[in-house]
């Protein structure tokens, strides 16, 4: 239970870290693989994040994985039709907010990644595509093999993670729900709050260490 609904959705997130241009030139779902691969030897081996450091933690997401993550789109798609009538500094908070709240969120278990492993599953694409979904099986730890899917498109040279899907699941649909209830009852001004607090919290409860 602890793989599925606390580490696989962490994995997603975190799936894209790279070290250079050249894995932006691969096949989407060879990408993956490789990155996935690393990141998971990455976390096994670093004691800093083992022990809850979450500075060290932000860091390494904002060093490897943002620059892979469109995480405007995606956090449009959770903020719905009221991204448009946003301001351009409300965006940038509820990106901002977005961003810390699913890194709090799943900080703790990157202490738990141990034996975990990617399996790509068949692709069906075409070289003009822009847009594709990237399906993988999670292996190790207890189970059955869980499934663990990517949205990710095009832009130039680059592919980029825009959803994920844990578990029959996509990430933005999640939010939306929840997000489109906050803003409904207190605006945009309210979600950014909600966040905020919920980020304070996390932070007050000291679950991981800075």
Known sequence: MFIKRILLPLLAVLGFV???VALAQQAPDALIKQVSDEVIETLKSDKAIQSGNVQKIFALVDAKVMPHVNFQRMTAACVGRYWRTATPEQQKRLQDEFKTLLI???????TQVRDQSVQLKPMRSSPEDTEVIVRTEVRGGRG????LDYRLEKSGNDWRIYDVNVLGVWLVEQYRNSFAQEIGANGVDGLIAKL???NKASTNAGGTKS
């Open 104 to 110: 709090r969120t799943y900080a703790g278990a990157l």
């Open 144 to 147: 059955d093999p869980i499934q």
């Open 18 to 20: 790279s070290s250079g």
């Open 196 to 198: 905020a607090e919920k």
